[in-house]
């Protein structure tokens, strides 16, 4: 196991419009460390998407190069991709992208039965992962008939039930109310706080906030990076908060 | 402590100790307890400008005797002209602002480490605060709304932090 889980080296992503060349990632090295709760905050348009999508091998770089788990992975064919993502990588998007005419559970198992694991076997973790997540009662509805924040929770449980070594977010709370927002984000740091690495894209610094690295993405290229600490006493940070004229 | 104290006393007369912990009643948690002395000397204030009047002695068998303090007419006036009044104070981050001018001129620190470190440091902030508001003992109704407001206000900051950023990259710093 190397202490690295992702690295990239240079990596680039042009697009060609209108006979235009136009570089989403003008050369981007990035590390993520094995159980790191890493985001990527950056304005729409800065390229985070594009790097998480390449990160997913959602699409391919155009230059430099995606180790992953000290593998280099940016030349695979999309066969090898979909191999590497269903048994390595989860993900959560935005919009949920659940299938509308299966029900939650279903939904949760089908990535377990297409990695080759039995009903039996499939079933017990969707269970487990349906219990952490308080979603039990809603195994047998389709997914229309729960709420944005319930079907952020069963693509979680859908993106964990293969156990991956690496977890991606892709605005997860961008269609989400505020408590649902919390709920969601708690839960990341929850399976982050057992061990489950992370990596988040949001234009949101309260989402960012949540991590312990925040990187800050630019025009394609990343332009800093904050290290935050873990939990502190609220006692203090009370006080500061308000103050009344003397 | 003036306004505080006369929008206590206009709900019921009080003695200052009492005072002292109908305030910190309210304010608690965002507030160190509240030096008894500084109530006192706050309601002599208030006496002495005509805002409160002292109504008797509580007979506590003990010495000091504790005087009981009520609101005065003018008094009154004076507490519905506060609440009446929107708030003016600062809005930012002046001592921030201060250095990144300043460390632009004096040639000793970059500006862009100015901003960096700022942001790193509202972003450690925002984190303890969504900390608090997702904590497993929710904060009562009053802390979350302060809370709210607190987040509200650091989202704003990084907004400006991200705005000096772009000026000066763009040279205007």
């Not at chain 1, 904050?226 to 103050?243: N, W």
């Not at chain 2, 005072?19 to 002395?37: D, H, I, S, Y």
Request: aromatic share 4%.
């Amino acid at each position: 196991m190397t202490e690295r889980l992702v690295r990239t080296v240079a990596l680039a992503k042009t697009y060609r419009a209108f006979d235009e060349d136009v570089p989403a990632l003008r050369g981007v090295d990035l590390d993520v460390r094995r159980g790191e709760f890493l985001a990527i905050m950056g304005p729409s348009g800065c390229g985070k998407s594009t790097l998480l999508h390449l990160l997913g091998g959602l699409d391919s770089p155009t230059g430099g190069e995606i180790h992953f788990d000290g593998r280099r992975v940016d030349g695979l064919s999309e066969a090898a991709w979909a191999m590497l993502r269903r048994r390595h990588i989860g993900y959560v998007f935005q919009s949920f992208n659940l299938i509308s005419n299966m029900s939650v559970a279903e939904n949760i198992e089908l990535p377990a039965l297409l990695a080759g694991h039995s009903t039996e076997e499939a079933r017990r973790r969707r269970r487990e992962l349906s219990r952490q997540l308080g979603i039990e009662a809603q195994a047998v509805m389709p997914p229309g008939r729960i709420s944005g924040g319930q079907q952020q929770r069963v693509a979680l449980a859908r993106a964990l039930i293969n156990e991956p070594a690496l977890l991606i977010a892709d605005e997860p709370t961008g269609n989400l109310d505020s408590q649902s927002t919390r709920e969601v984000l708690e839960m990341l740091r929850e399976y982050h706080a057992r061990g489950q690495t992370v990596v988040l894209v949001t234009h949101d610094p309260n989402v960012a906030s949540r991590a312990d690295r925040v990187v800050r993405m630019r025009d394609g290229s990343v332009v800093g990076e904050s290290h935050l600490e873990g939990r502190r006493p609220s006692s203090d940070l009370l006080r500061t908060l308000v103050t009344v004229e003397d | 402590m003036k306004y505080p104290l006369l929008a206590l006393l206009a709900t019921a007369p009080a003695h200052g100790y009492e005072l002292k912990q109908r305030f910190e009643a309210r304010f608690a948690p965002f507030r160190p307890p509240v030096n008894v002395g500084q109530v006192y000397s706050t309601l002599q204030r208030l006496e002495r400008d005509g805002l409160a009047q002292r109504r008797g002695v509580v007979e506590t068998g003990e010495a000091p005797a504790r005087h009981l303090y009520e609101i005065t007419a003018a008094g009154r006036r004076e507490i519905e002209q506060w609440l009446s009044e929107p708030s003016t104070g600062i809005r930012l981050r002046d001592d921030f602002f201060l250095k990144l001018v300043l460390a632009g001129t004096a040639g000793l620190v970059a500006p862009a480490e100015v901003l960096d470190r700022q942001r790193a440091l509202v972003l450690q902030e925002l984190r303890d605060l969504n900390d608090l508001l997702s904590g497993s003992d929710r904060p009562e109704a009053t802390m979350q709304l302060l809370i709210d407001g607190a987040v509200l206000h650091l989202q704003a900051d990084l907004r400006w932090i991200d705005l000096c950023e772009d000026r000066l990259r763009d040279g205007g710093l």
